[in-house]
């Protein structure tokens, strides 16, 4: 699903994998998923940069061990683990997902930028 590179497309995203995860009777990893979709979302509007006529796109996948979110952005630069402390203004997005995630990685995509998943 695409979505606009606005922090207020992240509820939207959110309650489309809500969805999801009720259809698919994954519900008791609610919390967790929202958790890690919400910080990979936020993560590429914040620090993604693409035309503006590309979208940030959300895909689900429904795994025989669980689930596989996917945050496609137009920025080719990796995420990485920040060394930032509690009083830092950011830099826990990708260590919370890294804790939450029973792994986690990236891929390139055939256009420009690349796909963050747990």
């Known amino acids: 699903m695409g979505w606009n ?4 497309c992240v509820g939207l995203a959110r309650d489309e ?3 999801s995860l009720e259809n698919w009777g994954l519900s008791e990893i609610e919390d967790s998923a929202l958790v890690v979709l919400s910080e990979l979302f936020t993560n590429a509007v914040i620090h993604a940069w693409a035309p503006d006529e590309w ?3 959300t895909r689900f996948v429904r795994l025989p061990y669980g689930l596989r979110i996917e945050v496609l952005d137009g920025e080719s ?3 990485r683990l920040a060394e930032t402390g ?7 997005g990708i260590p919370l997902v890294a804790a ?19």
């Open 55 to 57: 979208e940030i796109e």
């Open 5 to 8: 590179s606005s922090t207020r």
């Open 86 to 92: 509690l009083d830092g203004p950011g830099g826990r």
């Open 100 to 118: 939450l995630a029973e792994r986690w990685g990236t891929r390139p995509l055939e256009r420009p930028g690349k796909a963050v998943w747990d």
């Open 17 to 19: 994998l809500r969805k």
């Open 77 to 79: 630069a990796l995420p």
